[in-house]
T-cell receptor, first 112, second 111 residues
Framework: DTAVSQTPKYLVTQMGNDKSIKCEQNLGHDTMYWYKQDSKKFLKIMFSYNNKELIINETVPNRFSPKSPDKAHLNLHINSLELGDSAVYFC???????????FGDGTRLSIL | QKEVEQNSGPLSVPEGAIASLNCTYSDRGSQSFFWYRQYSGKSPELIMFIYSNGDKEDGRFTAQLNKASQYVSLLIRDSQPSDSATYLCAVNGGSNYKLTFGKGTLLTVNP
């Protein structure tokens, strides 16, 4: 199936731990994104890569580090997890920057 | 700060009626406009996109854009209970093409 796929779907971990979320798209898109959706359901851009180059880097704690090994993959590593990091993280991709974005199923991160 | 404003609702309509969802945006340089539907616990799903002033129709959905008024709307005709969801307006503009989302409008279609 052609899609944006994220792993894991659920992540439950202790405060202070380090975790990674992986994203892959097989749509042939050039641009990939990470969004955070908080408990109030507000969806906010965190990072965007265009063909492996970082093009959007919002005001996000530097504990969050994206990595794009190739244009089909965009991973998110989070160091020293805090309670406020609990949210749903969505990966998305688009053919070009201004084109419609297609979202993965999300990763629900819960910090204990 | 570029903003996208939506009425949070809930907007409640009877089955078969027209649901009208509205959105305003602050950045006059915005160039592309999107409507996403998000069911509870699911990911946003693209419903419509529009780039030019006027109306764009796709099945039961019509997107309307008025750049002079900085206003974009979504009409859902013959609303069905399965249309009950949160509708997110998103606006793309500026030099980095950042997509800014509104906080969403919760639509409930009553059988």
């Amino acid at each position: 199936d052609t899609a944006v796929s994220q792993t894991p779907k659920y992540l439950v971990t202790q405060m202070g731990n380090d975790k990674s979320i992986k994203c892959e798209q097989n749509l042939g898109h050039d641009t990939m994104y990470w969004y955070k959706q908080d408990s109030k359901k507000f969806l906010k851009i965190m990072f965007s890569y265009n063909n492996k180059e970082l093009i959007i880097n919002e005001t996000v704690p530097n504990r969050f580090s994206p990595k794009s090994p190739d244009k089909a993959h965009l991973n998110l590593h989070i160091n020293s997890l805090e309670l406020g990091d609990s949210a749903v993280y969505f990966c998305a991709s688009s053919l070009l920057r201004a084109q419609p974005q297609h979202f993965g199923d999300g990763t629900r991160l819960s910090i204990l | 700060q570029k903003e996208v404003e939506q009425n949070s609702g809930p907007l409640s309509v009877p089955e078969g009626a027209i649901a009208s969802l509205n959105c305003t945006y602050s950045d006059r340089g915005s160039q592309s406009f999107f409507w996403y539907r998000q069911y509870s616990g699911k990911s946003p799903e693209l419903i419509m996109f529009i780039y030019s002033n006027g109306d764009k129709e796709d099945g039961r959905f019509t997107a309307q854009l008025n750049k002079a008024s900085q206003y974009v709307s979504l009409l859902i005709r013959d609303s069905q209970p399965s249309d009950s969801a949160t509708y997110l307006c998103a606006v793309n503009g500026g030099s980095n093409y950042k997509l800014t989302f509104g906080k969403g409008t919760l639509l409930t279609v009553n059988p």
